[in-house]
């Protein structure tokens, strides 16, 4: 398996909270992405990275945010979180615009 | 917005059976990838076909690129339990790093 871990692996809050999610690579590689699947559309790019401190939103980028400060961490941020943000998150790591390996995800639920 | 449509959206077949999925869009794509997602795990890169009308086989997996880059098909031979799962197909543009997903094919191959 690809060196992706993702924590935590499931979490429940509560709306209006904020919510950091955490995507860590053993892999050395350039380009980490963050998305989100929910049923009926698939998987959804939130945002991207193609380096350390170089970041893009992705197709739902509204209501997130992300840093990385090094090249093995990607993290995701929901500022104030909704229901709306209730989902399935997957981070992934690969070259350019195709995403290699992915994590095994983050199911976050929000009351 | 490039958008990928897969059909069928739900297929459940006897072991030994032979199916193909598909996934069509009204877009051109540099590259197309096939994935397969098991439940609770993130999807796994199946291939990558970024030539009209390629095919690539991965065992008794057929992967078929449209000639216009437009759409592409799976067909699996003789299906086994263990092919059950997500079929993800993904659209990627080299001028962009957006990727985007279809909804998938969920698959079900009983004994």
């Known amino acids: 398996d690809a060196g992706i871990t993702q924590s935590p692996r499931h979490k429940v809050t509560e709306t209006g909270t904020p919510v950091t999610l955490r995507c860590h690579q053993t892999?050395?590689?350039?380009?980490m992405y963050w998305y989100r699947q929910d049923p009926g559309h698939g998987l959804r790019l939130i945002h991207y990275?193609?380096?350390?401190?170089?970041?893009d939103k992705g197709e739902v980028s509204d209501g997130y945010s992300v840093s990385r400060s090094k090249t093995e961490d990607f993290l995701l941020t929901l500022e104030s979180a909704t229901s709306s943000q209730t989902s399935v998150y997957f981070c992934a790591i690969g070259t350019g615009n195709q995403p290699q390996h992915f994590g095994d995800g983050t199911r976050l639920s929000i009351l | 917005t490039q958008l990928l449509e897969q059909s069928p959206q739900f297929l459940s077949i006897q072991e030994g059976e032979n199916l193909t999925v598909y996934c069509n869009s009204s877009?051109?794509?540099?590259?197309l990838q096939w994935y397969r997602q098991e439940p609770g795990e993130g999807p796994v890169l199946l291939v990558t076909?970024?030539?009209?009308?390629e095919v690539k086989k991965l065992k008794r997996l057929t992967f078929q690129f449209g000639d216009a880059r437009k759409d592409s098909s799976l067909h699996i031979t003789a299906a086994q339990p263990g092919d059950t799962g997500l079929y993800l197909c993904a659209g990627g543009d080299y001028n962009n790093n957006d990727m985007r997903f279809g909804a998938g094919t969920r698959l079900t191959v009983k004994p």
């Open positions: 990275s193609y380096g350390v401190k170089d970041t």
């Open positions: 892999e050395n590689h350039r380009y």
């Open positions: 076909v970024v030539t009209g009308g």
């Open positions: 877009s051109v794509f540099s590259s």
